[in-house]
């Protein structure tokens, strides 16, 4: 549901646009979301100010909140979950609607931010390198483990790979590669750290 989603929209938004960049001039009656975008506040640019704030208030929400531990349980097993008594269907939803809501947080700040929208360009493989964002911050893909703050640590230590990749001189054409590679490390060490874990509770 979610790729058919991202597809659909994608292709409505370049369909509505004619595949092409369009501009926003000077943003007449939308000051206040040009200034989320590109304003300094204390000299902090904003859009980091936001990210702060969402951090904050998601980190908050997922470990000091009943919420927050009914959704880790749920990713552990949703199965088990249900019979203890969560409504699995309404933390879900909830989970959903959270990302849909700071996922369009962060595409209005990037459209602000460049002053345009370009369908064919603007947010494309995004899904991936929070995949990989994810996973460099300890997030399990089997579900019911990681945090706000290990995601940040990992968005950091994307954004250091990737200009490693540049420093080293490795062609730009390589980025998914090397972003496949630590994933595919991320989804290796996961499997050899809960093979372990298993052994010793065996053991």
Not at 39 to 60: E, N, Q, R
Not at 75 to 103: D, F, H, M, Q, W
Not at 132 to 153: Q, Y
Not at 160 to 178: D, E, H, K, M
């Amino acid at each position: 549901v979610t790729l058919c989603g991202l597809l659909f929209y994608r292709g409505a938004a370049r369909f509505v646009t004619g595949d092409e960049t369009k501009g926003f001039g000077d943003a007449k009656g939308f000051e206040g979301l040009q200034a989320a975008a590109t304003g300094l506040i204390f000299g902090v640019p904003m859009p980091f100010v936001v990210l702060v704030v969402a951090s904050l208030a998601v980190g908050v929400l997922l470990h000091r909140s009943v919420w927050g531990r009914h959704l880790f349980a749920i990713g552990r097993s949703e199965e088990a979950a249900r019979y203890s008594g969560i409504n699995t269907k309404a933390v879900l939803t909830t989970a959903y609607a959270l990302c849909g809501l700071l996922a369009g947080i962060a595409g209005v700040l990037i459209a602000f931010y460049t002053n345009s929208i370009s369908p064919n360009s603007h947010g494309n493989f995004y899904e991936l390198y929070g995949i990989a964002a994810a996973v460099l911050g300890g997030c399990s893909l089997r579900g019911g483990e990681g945090s706000v703050w290990g995601i940040l640590i990992g968005t950091a230590l994307l954004q250091v790979l990737q200009n490693l990749v540049n420093l080293l001189g490795i062609p730009s054409s390589l980025n998914f590669a090397v972003m496949g590679a630590v994933i595919l490390l991320g989804v290796t060490v996961d499997e050899l750290v809960k093979r372990r874990s298993a052994s010793r509770a065996k053991a």
